[in-house]
């Protein structure tokens, strides 16, 4: 695995910027997650879970953490620092040269495709920066937006993980997709006109 690169803003429209997270960002996790917590818990199993500043203060700790050991790639999105989705990867948790990508966006920010040019950043880092072979999206079968969105970059469907997710109390069946290194035919990324910016010195998943 290559070593974790250079931490970084990439600004993807007008006052939308994907980068790393301070640790100051705790706040608007929660306020971002509380704004839509009731759409996020339909798809996402860890959201009954983060419920506090403090929760989010963890979760800052080790996406930075991972950042700089190469386990993981983690990023938030901001309108004018309003943060407004996330999106990252897990790393290595199966082979150390695949990931796992998550990604969820705020509902006042959907239907403008920048949960699909945030995601095909980070999907271009990974292969570029972190050299994965392989990097796969996991859905609940029913989350038709981050279906399609995993289709729009270019995954493969791959099968059925059945009741493989816990949700609202419920194990439900997870589609999963992948895509490998050698597929990813955008050398600059979906969108190709984010422009890339040095990140704070500090420093999942998605409905589109």
């Known amino acids: 695995m290559r070593s974790a690169p250079a931490v970084r803003s990439i600004t993807l429209a007008e006052s939308i910027v994907l980068r790393p997270y301070d640790a100051s960002d705790a706040g608007e996790l ?12 339909r798809w996402m ?7 506090t500043v403090q929760d989010f203060e963890d979760f800052i700790r080790v996406a930075i953490r991972q950042d ?12 004018s620092e309003r943060l407004i989705g996330t999106v990252g990867a897990s790393i290595g ?12 966006l705020a509902e006042s920010h959907e239907g403008l495709g920048l949960a699909s040019l945030a995601t095909g950043h980070l999907i271009e880092w990974l292969f570029s920066e972190r050299d994965m ?42 589609a999963l ?4 290194q050698e597929e990813w ?24």
């Open 45 to 51: 199993p860890w959201v009954p879970f983060a419920t």
């Open 30 to 41: 929660l306020v971002a997650v509380d704004g839509t917590r009731d759409r996020l818990a």
């Open 68 to 79: 700089r050991d190469g386990s993981g790639l983690h990023r938030g999105l901001f309108d």
């Open 177 to 180: 997709y992948s895509l490998l």
């Open 93 to 104: 948790s199966l082979n150390f040269d695949e990931a796992d990508v998550g990604y969820w």
């Open 133 to 174: 072979h392989r990097i796969t999206i996991r859905a609940a079968v029913a989350n038709r937006r981050s279906r399609v969105l995993a289709e729009r970059l270019g995954f493969t469907f791959e099968g059925t993980l059945r009741g493989s997710l816990l949700l609202e109390g419920h194990h439900e069946d997870a």
């Open 185 to 208: 035919s955008q050398p600059d990324g979906p969108g190709g006109s984010g422009s890339e910016s040095e990140g704070p010195p500090t420093n999942r998943p998605l409905a589109d």
